[in-house]
């Protein structure tokens, strides 16, 4: 039997308005001879109203409206404050660690200023190169890029590749 | 880098609480919802792109889609169902024993529509995850054939096979009286 012809499929295409004027005219009249599409009719007819009653419940919370502007860039102003409370526990950090810590970090009089006074910059992440310098982003897509471009260099840095090959790519 | 924001902006957002009833329905668990809904706009961004500008809410509803199938994959094997699994069931052709085709329809059909919301709700959380979706497409998210189609890549017969054994299992167990 073709799918396209069974009457218990297309009770359902009916249903939900798929058929064309034509179509849907020819099959009320195969609906009026048959009392068992019909009454499959009537029962799909009911299960499509008790559905209509569960529309309402799912609202998406607040919280993940935010949490997708922040992961895209559109909320870099509301982030701003993340970055100062980073920076204010940075300095706890800071005055709390050792004094092994302490003396290996040897934090300069700039160091402490910097963390007390944090540069007006839009950058929430960072991470490091093997050569010691970091790579500072302001949304969270530019971080997991930077952070492909790191594990590039990192395999890069590894493995040296044999001339002629192409280094290898990042995923995505 | 400014132009793609606001085209996600006007693209995306507008139709954030759709992916997350799609994802809700998908996941069976809010907070799993949350995450995979991150993840599908992290995905549209960057696939913003590429967007033709024809259905917005199709679109992303697709990310989403496929979002949570790897998501879940991922996270949980042992609740989702295989999708090797859903083909079997498929081709076992036609399942008339689903739902009761003959016998008196307004009694049952009256039980059906007045079953109240938790009993629909664990109802279609016990579909397969492919007859769930394509259920939730329709008749939660008000897509056409085609567009269920365009979301989960495959063609409208199965679609329309996907939907009726979903609504048919519905049926059967909202028809009967509870115990």
């Known amino acids: 039997m073709t799918q396209a012809d069974d009457p218990f499929l297309l009770v359902h295409a009916y249903c939900d308005g798929e058929l064309d004027p034509a179509n849907a005219l020819a099959f009320e009249r195969r609906m009026a001879a048959d009392p068992r599409l019909a009454a499959e009719r009537d029962r799909i007819v009911a299960l499509k109203r008790a559905m209509t009653r569960l529309k309402p419940a799912a609202l998406p919370p607040a919280a993940l409206r935010s949490r997708v502007e922040q992961a895209v860039g559109l909320r870099r102003r509301a982030g701003r404050p993340t970055w100062s409370a980073l920076a204010a526990s940075v300095g706890l950090a800071v005055i709390l660690s050792t004094a092994a810590t302490w003396s290996v970090l040897a934090p300069g009089r700039a160091g402490l200023v910097a963390a007390l006074y944090p540069a007006d910059v839009p950058f929430l992440y960072f991470v490091a190169q093997p050569d010691g310098k970091h790579i500072f982003s302001a949304t969270y897509v530019e971080h997991l890029a930077a952070i492909q471009r790191v594990k590039q260099l990192r395999r890069a840095a590894r493995a040296p590749q044999p001339p002629g090959r192409a280094p290898p790519t990042p995923r995505r | ?179």
């Open chain 2, 1 to 179: 880098m400014n132009d793609e924001r606001t085209r996600f902006a006007n693209v995306v957002l507008p139709h954030l609480g759709d992916a997350y009833a799609l994802a809700r329905w998908l996941a069976r668990n809010d907070s799993d919802a949350e995450d995979i809904v991150q993840e599908a706009c992290l995905r549209a961004f960057r696939g913003i792109a590429g967007f033709g500008d024809v259905n917005a809410r199709a679109w992303l509803l697709s990310i989403v889609r496929n979002t949570a199938f790897t998501w879940l994959k991922k996270h949980r094997d042992p609740r989702l169902v295989a999708v090797e699994n859903i083909e079997l069931v498929e081709a076992t052709g036609p399942e008339r024993d689903e739902g009761p085709f003959a016998g008196p329809s307004s009694p049952e059909a009256s039980l059906i529509e007045r079953a109240d919301a938790a009993r629909l709700e664990a109802a279609i959380g016990a579909l397969p995850e492919e007859f769930r979706e394509t259920l939730v497409l329709r008749d939660l998210q008000g897509l056409d054939y085609r567009a269920i189609a365009e979301v989960t890549g495959v063609p409208i017969g199965t679609v329309m096979s996907r939907l009726a054994r979903a609504r048919r299992r519905l049926m059967a167990q909202l028809g009967k009286d509870t115990e």
